[in-house]
């Protein structure tokens, strides 16, 4: 039986432009694409060459560290183009799909173990759905964790309802969880939302109630089972759950996934069906014009995205907002009600439930790192943001380690971003202090 967990630090970004509940397919492209940029740290290895033809779960690269590890195509078809960019690295594997399409299969274990699992999910070139903590990257299949976490919520601005997006295959969630379940050889732990009616097949459910971050899986680890310097964790996302209950039922790969088209400049948001790779074209063109930015994920954390995209493969939310590229007469010292702000700047804070019309703008640039108090506000952790930031950039890694960089990924300290008086590049800080741990090991 878990626990339930009441976090009081944190906030929620209320913006205009949430998904209404129905689904709508994406109108099916020609032309789809594999994206190594979409794996963190990966450096590949094509396993095809132009002309070549592939079945859906076809090995299309694999990790050049870790030969076991390959990326399946989420097509059948021939590969039409390798697209590489400086020093030849690649950026896209292109695909013509078949009007038909045609899959692999792999055969299921007749008895499901930690062992079985393991080398099932290999076979089908799907490991890249299991990341781990620290580093937040594909976790290595070697190596056997401490338990596997798994959140059935998002908390972010605009996040999809995952009660709602588990509803429509939740036979497949739960045999993705008894898949979980096996790989962690019991020590499963699924996050829930103290406002969730989803039944939960598998683990120890504890339940997380508060502002955003309390839906982040790292967030969720850190008070029920901190990580320390030796310790290593799994995370799946609930999606990626679902993937493996399709594979563990049919032995095929299911690339499709339910994605959430959000933001104020998104037309009419809804849930939109797709497949991994698919060219977003025929999303983000109706919607294109030189005021909107588009964006694989949320506002906080997501990655800039085009109108010639394809869908990356952990994306589950798109977002559309207007762009912030104008000057703003007198900025913060108009006042208004319409902004928003964590203090008291505004008048804004008599609105708690008020919705926001937000852009990319700034509101500044860097300056002086200083100490203010604001990221304490925000996360529900203990742990000292500023200090840990300061000597990522001092590149001190017993300080690193003493502060607990090895609990966090970069979207546990998007809302510092967010907060920020000094513009600084939180996420980034992070990410190259856990780099640099890993490199000295």
């Given at each position: 039986m878990g626990k339930s967990y009441r976090l009081k630090k944190g906030f929620?970004?209320?913006?205009?432009?949430?998904?209404?509940?129905?689904?709508?397919?994406?109108?099916?492209?020609?032309?789809?694409a594999v994206k190594p940029s979409d794996y963190l740290g990966l450096t590949p290895k094509l396993?095809?060459?132009?002309?070549?033809?592939?079945?859906?779960?076809?090995?299309?690269?694999?990790?050049?560290?870790?030969p076991e590890i390959n990326f399946a195509s989420p097509v059948s078809g021939e590969i039409v183009e390798i697209v590489r960019g400086a020093k030849r690295v690649i950026l896209e594997v292109r695909i013509l799909a078949d009007k038909d399409q045609k899959k692999a299969k792999v055969e299921l274990p007749g008895q499901l173990d930690s062992s079985s699992a393991k080398e099932t999910i290999l076979k089908a070139n799907l490991w890249s759905v299991i990341k781990q903590r620290p580093f937040n990257k594909i976790a290595n299949p070697a190596d056997s964790p401490k338990a596997i976490f798994v959140s059935t919520f998002k908390s972010g601005p605009l996040a999809p309802d995952m009660d709602f997006v588990i509803g429509q295959n939740k036979e497949a969630f739960d045999k993705g969880l008894e898949v979980a379940s096996a790989l962690a050889e019991g020590n499963l732990y699924v996050g829930k939302s103290a406002e969730s009616s989803l039944e939960v097949s598998k683990g120890e459910v504890n339940t997380f109630s508060g502002p955003h971050p309390a839906?982040?899986?790292?967030?969720?680890?850190?008070?029920?089972?901190?990580?320390?310097?030796?310790?290593?964790?799994?995370?799946?996302?609930?999606?990626d759950i679902i993937l493996l209950g399709k594979l563990f039922t049919t032995g095929e790969y299911d690339p499709t996934r339910i994605v959430a088209l959000t933001g104020s400049k998104a037309g009419s948001p809804k849930y939109i069906q797709?497949?991994?790779?698919?060219?977003?074209?025929?999303?983000f063109e109706p919607l294109a014009d030189n005021e909107s930015r588009f964006i694989q994920g949320d506002v906080l954390t997501g990655a800039q995205s085009h109108v010639e995209d394809y869908l990356s493969f952990y994306t589950s939310q798109l977002t559309v907002i207007p762009e912030g590229d104008h000057a703003e007469f007198l900025g913060w010292l108009l006042p208004s009600a319409s902004k928003l702000s964590l203090s008291r700047t505004f008048f804004s804070w008599l609105m708690p439930n008020k919705k926001y019309d937000l852009d990319t703008n700034m509101h500044g640039e860097e300056r002086a790192f200083v100490v203010s108090g604001e990221y304490e506000k925000v996360l529900p952790m203990n742990i000292m943001p500023v200090q840990l930031l300061k000597a990522i950039m001092a590149k001190d890694i017993e300080k690193m380690e003493a502060l607990g960089i090895h609990?966090?990924?970069?979207?546990?300290?998007?809302?510092?971003?967010?907060?920020?008086?000094?513009?600084?590049?939180?996420?980034?800080i992070l990410r190259e202090g856990l780099d640099l741990l890993e490199e000295e090991g």
């Open positions: 929620d970004i209320q913006l205009v432009g949430e998904a209404a509940k129905e689904i709508q397919d994406l109108p099916s492209s020609e032309i789809f396993t095809v060459k132009v002309g070549d033809e592939v079945l859906v779960g076809d090995s299309i690269f694999y990790d050049k560290k870790r839906g982040n899986v790292g967030v969720q680890i850190h008070h029920v089972m901190p990580i320390y310097p030796g310790d290593l964790i799994w995370t799946i996302d609930p999606q797709a497949s991994v790779g698919q060219s977003l074209k025929p999303l609990e966090l990924a970069e979207e546990d300290l998007a809302l510092c971003e967010f907060v920020c008086t000094s513009k600084i590049d939180v996420q980034q």
